[in-house]
């Protein structure tokens, strides 16, 4: 399986300080190209998507973290 990307992806990490654990420059990196959504474009590219089925899935995102975000405050409150 290849996946050919018209644009390079491009994410960088420096160590923070001289004796960082790889295992840490790890998980930065993986959360930053989480953050980033890189692997989910690279899925979303590898086959067509329909325009409706894009817009529910996009809807579909959005209403989960927006009931999240309800949640979050919700807690606040009854503190």
């Known amino acids: 399986m290849s996946i050919k990307s018209t644009h390079p992806i ?3 990490i420096r160590s923070r300080y001289a004796d960082e654990p790889i295992e840490r420059m790890i998980k930065r990196f993986s ?12 899925l979303d590219k590898r086959f067509y998507e329909k325009p409706s ?18 949640r979050k405050q919700e807690q606040k409150q009854h503190r």
Do not use: F
């Not at 959360?31 to 690279?42: A, P, Y």
């Not at 089925?53 to 309800?70: G, T």
């Open 10 to 12: 491009h994410v960088e």
């Open 31 to 42: 959360k930053k190209v989480k953050k980033e959504r890189i692997i989910e474009k690279v």
């Open 53 to 70: 089925e894009k817009r529910q899935r996009l809807k579909k995102r959005r209403k989960k973290v927006l009931d999240k975000l309800k």
